[in-house]
């Protein structure tokens, strides 16, 4: 790990982080990203506990090692990040970036008798294939065990990026920054127009399955082009504070 990948993962992050605060996907100073730098050691940058995300600038993340030390910066880990965030990362090395919030439309469908997301437009697509449901919930995540539920729904199915929380929230990871907050963008986008035909009444009109997958293939050729350029619009519109 050299100065510069760390630099521009501080700056990735904190961007993040603004940016979900701007489309209010923050849920006051709770949650928390989270970015596994490369190297052999475990280390993790994280935002800290009692920064509003909406002023988070690259120097108010924490760099941390794997039992959730801060070995680089001032601040305090809040203990469900701890719990949840280190179990994610090392469950899949895949996802370098992990993304935990409890955004609105989204944790709607965890609160509901066999909420999922369905394959009712094709915004959901992009997801087809890479949902998890983590059925348990026993309380905060104030020791190692619902990290350890998501972890072991990772170790299932090492395809699956999101993570829908009964009753809490949701997990989104990927193997970059970038692209991880383009999922985190598009799931609650999706969400929030399931959310809004349900209100209906009606049934959702489901896609068949192989409209679904078709549309899935199409959407993941060109994922992580449109997640950069997304994320590269974003920094621009969201600077860092000054201090």
Not at 1 to 22: E, G, H, I, K
Not at 25 to 52: D, K, Q, T, W
Not at 167 to 180: D, M, Q
Request: charged share 20%; aromatic share 6%.
């Amino acid at each position: 790990m050299d100065s510069t990948q760390l630099d521009t993962a501080r700056d990735d992050l904190a961007t993040a982080l603004r940016v979900a605060a701007a489309m209010e996907l923050n849920e006051g100073i709770c949650n928390h990203f989270s970015f596994a730098m490369p190297g052999g050691e475990e280390r993790y940058l994280i935002n800290p506990y009692g920064v509003h995300w909406s002023e988070m600038r690259p120097d108010h993340l924490l760099l941390i090692d794997g039992d959730g030390r801060v070995i680089d910066g001032e601040g305090e880990v809040e203990a469900t990040a701890r719990h949840i965030h280190v179990a994610a990362h090392r469950a899949n090395p895949r996802h370098a970036a992990v993304m935990h919030t409890h955004m609105p439309h989204c944790t709607a469908l965890t609160m509901v008798e066999g909420g999922q997301l369905e394959m009712a437009h094709q915004t959901a697509c992009r997801f087809a294939g890479r949902l998890a449901y983590v059925e348990a919930f026993g309380g905060l995540a104030l020791d190692e065990e619902e990290g350890a539920a998501i972890a072991a729904s990772a170790r299932a199915d090492d395809g699956a990026d999101v993570f829908f929380l009964a009753h809490h929230g949701v997990t989104v990871c990927g193997p970059s920054v970038a692209e991880a907050f383009d999922d985190l963008y598009y799931l609650e986008r999706a969400a929030r127009q399931q959310v809004l035909a349900q209100s209906t009444g009606l049934p959702l009109n489901i896609m068949p399955q192989e409209v679904v997958d078709h549309t899935a293939r199409q959407m993941r050729q060109v994922m992580k082009v449109q997640a950069d350029e997304h994320f590269r619009v974003l920094k621009r519109l969201y600077p860092a504070p000054t201090q």
